[in-house]
């Protein structure tokens, strides 16, 4: 039914809003905005960046990953309060940790070769759990044995305690995990990658082993990546993005 000639009228003879209750109604507006960017940061995903060759080839430095909160861990944007949630990760799942050793380092990519209970063990170039050898077609150098570290005289034996995982890097050469520092507390897990979205080849200075670009603190090299990135597209890795885990 269309508005009558009068109805028309008295909304055109209406007094535009005042500034105040505009001001207000945008400030309403972006107080939902922020409340739900802050719920999905804390609680649904977060993005990160991978830093160094801990996870290779599974995993590139400048691999930009979606991560999922969900079902894992829930807190406080920017603040140490979390909780853990009822999901728990699976064996040779791929997962995203504080870093146990030092607290306030930058968040850890491991995968989990441990279970709560396992008897874990390193030996004939192989990871033996429970006694069955550990079957790994994700590392770096499939062919490569892998070593116990340096400080053991003989092959050590880790019992993993309920409620912790032992965790690894793919790259086992070079991944400081749960063989070095021990093992990883379920309270520690933040969640689990789900996408790369970007993967950028950064250039790096003649004196860098490996570009810092990614290095939390780098914020001027990972400007001057992204800006590389955008003047040479073939630095950007572009068979790698949205690839899902």
Not at 194 to 219: C, N, Q
Request: net charge negative; proline share 10%.
């Amino acid at each position: 039914m269309k508005p009558s000639e009068s109805e028309t009228d008295d909304k055109k003879n209406q007094p535009p809003a005042s500034f105040g209750n505009r001001a207000k109604s945008e400030a309403i507006a972006w107080f939902w905005i922020l409340l739900a960017f802050l719920f999905i940061y804390s609680c649904i995903g977060q993005a990160r960046v991978i830093p160094s060759e801990s996870m290779e080839n599974t995993l590139l430095v400048g691999d930009h990953l979606i991560m999922s909160r969900f079902g894992y861990d829930a807190g406080l944007p920017f603040m140490n309060y979390h909780l853990p949630l009822w999901r728990n990760p699976k064996r040779q799942q791929i997962v995203i940790i504080r870093a146990p050793q030092l607290p306030g380092a930058p968040d850890l990519i491991k995968r989990v070769i441990g279970m709560p209970g396992d008897t874990l063990e390193i030996h004939d170039g192989h990871v033996w759990i429970n006694g069955q050898q550990l079957v790994e077609p994700y590392l770096k150098e499939p062919d490569s044995p892998i070593q116990p570290p340096s400080p053991f005289d003989h092959p050590p034996i880790w019992h993993v305690p309920e409620g912790h995982y032992f965790v690894m890097g793919d790259n086992r050469n070079d991944s400081n995990d749960s063989r070095y520092w021990g093992y990883a507390s379920r309270s520690d897990l933040i969640g689990v990658p789900v996408m790369i979205y970007l993967s950028i080849d950064a250039p790096k200075t003649d004196d860098e082993i490996r570009t810092e670009a990614w290095e939390p603190g780098h914020l001027g090299e990972r400007f001057e990546a992204y800006a590389y990135a955008l003047i040479h597209p073939s630095h950007i890795r572009w068979k790698r993005l949205f690839h899902f885990f």
